[in-house]
């Protein structure tokens, strides 16, 4: 009897280790099936040439009017909204190698840490997206832009500052890779996100906002 008691325990705990995996991450890749599809479409009607600047993460790329900021640049904007960093690890292929850029600007994590996952987390998914482009394209640089902070998620100020700096201290040994420290210029004199830089939900940038990450990132894309 203790035997079978053994292994009905060791049954149930079988059965729950996907509901664990699953909970570790919320994303399902599926969901990001259609902005992928219609990303692959726009190549096909319009291929982008190769050794351009790709731009790839959540809605704060998704969202950034590309071709207005760096009219002179060869841009290419991948960012689908509300994505996590494993994401753009799980689509790379299809949204960022397939281009061979010689610059990539991730911005990702934002959601990931209003998710829930640990700035080590993070961390580790920036190392799987340096991993996937650099098996490709070992010579593409890589530039990470600090995850922001912002009103509407000033609860997960801490975690967004050591996501950062863990991520910060990962690119300093590599020089393919660079932090942009994005989230500064945003902030007022009393260390407060700006309002007027955020739309209404205090979430997104407003023009001011863009305005202000293109004129950091501009000598970094020449």
């Known amino acids: 009897m203790p035997v079978r008691r053994r292994f009905l325990a060791l049954a149930v705990a079988c059965l729950a280790l996907p509901v664990v995996a699953l909970g570790a991450d919320p994303q399902s890749k599926s969901s990001w099936e259609g902005a992928i599809a219609r990303f692959e479409q726009a190549d096909r009607e319009q291929p982008p040439a190769a050794g351009g600047i790709v731009f790839v993460g959540s809605s704060s790329i998704r969202l950034w009017d590309l071709k207005e900021s760096f009219p002179d640049l060869p841009v290419l904007n991948r960012g689908f909204g509300g994505s996590h960093l494993s994401d753009s690890v799980h689509f790379a292929d299809r949204i960022v190698t397939k281009y061979r850029p010689?610059?990539?600007?991730?911005?990702?994590?934002?959601?990931?840490?209003?998710?829930?996952?640990?700035?080590?987390?993070?961390?580790?998914?920036?190392?799987?997206?340096?991993?996937?482009?650099?098996?490709?394209?070992?010579?593409?640089?890589?530039?990470?832009?600090?995850?922001?902070?912002?009103?509407?998620?000033?609860?997960?100020?801490?975690?967004?500052?050591?996501?950062?700096?863990?991520?910060?201290?990962?690119?300093?040994?590599?020089?393919?890779?660079?932090?942009?420290?994005?989230?500064?210029?945003?902030?007022?004199a009393a260390g407060k996100p700006r309002a007027e830089l955020f739309v209404k939900d205090q979430l997104h940038l407003s023009e001011e906002g863009y305005a202000v990450w293109s004129e950091l990132l501009r000598p970094l894309l020449q």
Request: charged letters at 30%.
């Open 102 to 188: 010689r610059l990539v600007v991730l911005y990702a994590g934002d959601n990931d840490i209003a998710s829930g996952k640990t700035p080590e987390r993070v961390r580790d998914d920036f190392r799987a997206f340096v991993d996937r482009v650099h098996s490709t394209l070992p010579e593409t640089k890589i530039l990470f832009l600090a995850i922001k902070p912002s009103p509407a998620r000033a609860k997960h100020a801490a975690a967004q500052a050591t996501a950062n700096r863990l991520i910060a201290d990962e690119i300093a040994k590599n020089p393919r890779l660079a932090f942009v420290d994005v989230g500064t210029p945003l902030l007022d």
